[in-house]
T-cell receptor
Framework: SQQGEEDPQALSIQEGENATMNCSYKTSINNLQWYRQNSGRGLVHLILIRSNEREKHSGRLRVTLDTSKKSSSLLITASRAADTASYFCATEPVGGANSKLTFGKGITLSVRP | DTGVSQDPRHKITKRGQNVTFRCDPISEHNRLYWYRQTLGQGPEFLTYFQNEAQLEKSRLLSDRFSAERPKGSFSTLEIQRTEQGDSAMYLC?????????FGSGTRLTVV
């Protein structure tokens, strides 16, 4: 079963614009992570935010976490054509002894040059 | 090599044949995971190793699937008597705890 639900399912923007992607989840978590996947490739870890954190930045990425609403958002600023990919949120549940991540279905981001 | 390697990248097999995939994790990572991903979906957990011990298996992992991680290094995933429904991307990831590093995956096509 997939814990995370990303929104929107697909997003198309112009290069230079900001892209905002949302993720909702169902159970209590230790952390939430965002990954990127280029077509036919493996996933690349972007950023991890712990349950006691509310916001985190990494380069052009900004992620927020609202544990009361069980939701997270990923903001990519000043998007580039190379940001075109699928983006997944993944959650590590509380009490998970093996750090097993549960992934959502992903968001397809297209950045038009 | 500092990444996770998977071999082969692509595998086409006839229904009923057995296939085996290999994953070489990052050497310092004691945790190794196998996931399966079908088109338009996120990765689904199959199994997890900590060192050489297989600590969890998903219900998705039927008795035709077996995974090993001898000596806590590389891992293999074998599928016996393949079915068309096994066609998917099989992803391996390793982690020291926290974020995962994924390999590029093995795309299996069962014809």
């Amino acid at each position: 079963s997939q814990q995370g639900e990303e929104d929107p399912q697909a997003l198309s923007i112009q290069e230079g614009e900001n892209a905002t992607m949302n993720c909702s989840y169902k159970t209590s978590i230790n952390n939430l992570q965002w990954y990127r996947q280029n077509s036919g490739r493996g996933l690349v870890h972007l950023i991890l935010i712990r349950s006691n954190e509310r916001e985190k930045h990494s380069g052009r990425l900004r992620v927020t976490l609202d544990t009361s609403k069980k939701s997270s958002s990923l903001l990519i600023t000043a998007s580039r054509a190379a940001d075109t990919a699928s983006y997944f949120c993944a959650t590590e549940p509380v009490g998970g002894a093996n750090s097993k991540l549960t992934f959502g279905k992903g968001i397809t981001l297209s950045v038009r040059p | 090599d500092t990444g996770v390697s998977q071999d082969p990248r692509h595998k086409i097999t006839k229904r009923g044949q057995n296939v085996t995939f290999r994953c070489d994790p990052i050497s310092e990572h004691n945790r190794l995971y196998w996931y399966r991903q079908t088109l338009g979906q996120g990765p689904e957990f199959l199994t997890y190793f900590q060192n050489e011990a297989q600590l969890e298996k998903s219900r998705l992992l039927s008795d035709r699937f077996s995974a090993e991680r001898p000596k806590g290094s590389f891992s293999t995933l074998e599928i016996q008597r393949t079915e068309q429904g096994d066609s998917a991307m099989y992803l391996c990831a390793s982690s020291p705890g926290g974020g995962y590093t994924f390999g590029s995956g093995t795309r299996l096509t069962v014809v």
